[in-house]
């Protein structure tokens, strides 16, 4: 239901100033992101057409607390399908962003394991200039199950057999275990310090 | 053959991974006389966990300002990573603020617009051409092949390089090695539930045998795709989703460029085909 007086019709300009998010206004309500998105076919109710429409209402509590923000796989059928050029794929990632930042500032809390993931994974980046599976591994697990301990034996849960399977076809050798470092890392650095949206 | 040498942007997996995506990789230009000089000191694209495009634009601002140091274009064996690279290429070329914004972060991120960046199917379809690389074919491989594409080939439209609903690049390279393509148009350009893998397995997992299935029901006797996460997915944690559903599958998955290495007569060991999970034994079989 919408409640018409918590409403807050500047939503759609803070999505609109969120680089990705600059094409919201643009669309008409047709669906096509919808009907194309693969999905639909797995999550009930999943309805990006939906959250597209609230954001232009300003029901900015219900978009930036759904779940189904953090399932969308970023595949860009939604995109390539839209024929108002709305860059659902991308519009979808700058409310994922405003979310984030609401949840840092402790206005919200988010119901997915996603924003961790990708913070550790940037972590990474900033770190070491490219992707180091373990480090990435251990803090995301180390992080979700609260220490060090359970972390590791949630890991190994999910990955001891995959792990084996590498290892026996010389997949886990050096590269795997430790990590592969740009020169120039004081760079990776700047860039996660001083790009990004509200850095300007 | 317009181009001899490209900068090689191999991609994080590349080492691990996908280590045999960069073998057949690697061994195929060296066969065709193309020369991979690797992007010096890359750093990652950002993959699809940086989701902030100004980062994304920052982070392969210095990929390409190393390329066009090495006065080179660049070509990646992986979907995400042309999709960043070429989205920023596109983005920087275009907007001279934004490069001079990603340039006052560091000297090293300074580029001036003078790369092309391409993915491997681009390249050797459309660079290397289907017809002189039917001059460089010595095997047949009579199998029957799935050609996956996923994502960021067909789409998004700014990026795409293939038709989003009928891609076809795939195809012609499976035509060419002497293999079957198998009728597979539903699955073929679906994403294989990557980028979800470790925050909702259920639902990866769920896209994955959507795709392996496909490539099963059509007959396939193993998949051919271009991208290193699709690879993790479809080939390494197939043992996962065979025993999360309770089904057998035993798909083979190859890269293209695994495939087409095998026609050009490369040894099945230096394609790194010993390396994939799912073996590869019976595909080998097929190479006459």
């Not at chain 2, 769920?206 to 299935?213: D, G, I, N, P, Q």
């Not at chain 2, 089904?247 to 060991?269: F, K, N, R």
């Not at chain 2, 790194?272 to 080998?284: E, M, P, R, S, Y």
Request: proline share 5%; glycine share 8%.
């Amino acid at each position: 239901m919408i409640k018409t007086w918590e409403l807050e019709p500047n939503f759609k300009y803070e999505i609109m100033k969120e680089p990705g998010g600059e094409h919201l206004t643009s669309c008409f309500q047709c669906s096509t992101c919808t009907l194309g998105c693969p999905l639909t076919e797995i999550v009930p109710g999943y309805n990006p057409r939906k959250i597209i429409q609230m954001s232009l209402l300003g029901m900015r509590n219900e978009v930036l607390s759904n779940p189904d923000l953090w399932v969308c796989l970023i595949c860009q059928t939604c995109t390539a399908r839209c024929p108002q050029d709305v860059r659902i794929a991308d519009l979808l990632g700058a409310i994922r962003r405003i979310a984030e930042r609401e949840e840092e500032a402790g206005k919200l809390k988010i119901d997915s394991v996603r924003p961790r993931f990708d913070k550790a994974f940037m972590h990474q980046l900033e770190k070491y200039g490219r992707l180091y599976d373990f480090g990435l591994a251990k803090e995301y697990y180390t992080g979700r199950e609260g220490s060090f301990f359970k972390g590791m034996m949630a890991m190994s849960k999910d990955y001891k057999a995959f792990g084996m399977r590498l290892f026996k076809k010389g997949k886990m050798g050096p590269k795997a275990l430790f990590p592969e470092k740009v020169k120039d890392r004081e760079v990776m650095k700047k860039i996660f310090e001083q790009m990004g949206a509200g850095k300007k | 053959m317009s181009e001899r040498k490209y900068a090689y942007y191999p991609g994080c997996p590349s080492g691990t991974t996908a280590m045999e995506q960069d073998m057949s990789m690697k061994a195929v230009f060296e066969k065709l006389g193309i020369e991979l000089e690797e992007v010096e000191d890359w750093n990652c694209c950002g993959a699809s966990e940086v989701e902030d495009p100004e980062i994304v634009y920052a982070l392969n601002a210095r990929n390409l300002a190393i390329a066009e140091k090495q006065g080179l274009n660049i070509v990646t064996p992986c979907s995400i990573c042309y999709y960043n690279l070429s989205r920023s290429n596109k983005a920087l070329k275009g907007n001279e603020e934004l490069r001079a914004r990603v340039r006052s972060i560091d000297d090293s991120l300074a580029y001036n617009g003078g790369v092309e960046v391409k993915h491997v199917l681009d390249v050797l379809v459309n660079d290397i051409g289907i017809e002189a690389l039917k001059q460089k074919v010595e095997k047949k491989v009579e199998a029957k092949v799935a050609p996956y594409y996923g994502c960021y080939i067909g789409r998004p439209p700014e990026t795409a390089f293939d038709d989003p609903d009928a891609p076809g690049l795939m195809d012609r390279l499976v035509e060419l090695v002497g293999a079957e393509v198998v009728p597979y148009n539903y699955t073929k350009t679906k994403c294989c539930g990557g980028p979800l893998m470790m925050t909702r397995q259920d639902i990866a997992f769920e896209m994955a045998r959507k795709v392996l299935e496909g490539a099963k029901n059509a007959g396939a006797d193993c998949i051919a795709l271009a991208c290193p996460l699709c690879g993790m997915m479809l080939d390494a944690k197939q043992p996962d989703i065979e025993e999360a559903f309770g089904i057998e599958i035993g798909m083979p998955v190859l890269y293209i460029t695994q495939l087409l290495g095998l026609a050009l007569g490369i040894d099945s060991g230096k394609l790194g085909l010993n390396k994939n999970i799912v073996d590869t034994k019976d595909i080998i079989g097929k190479v006459v």
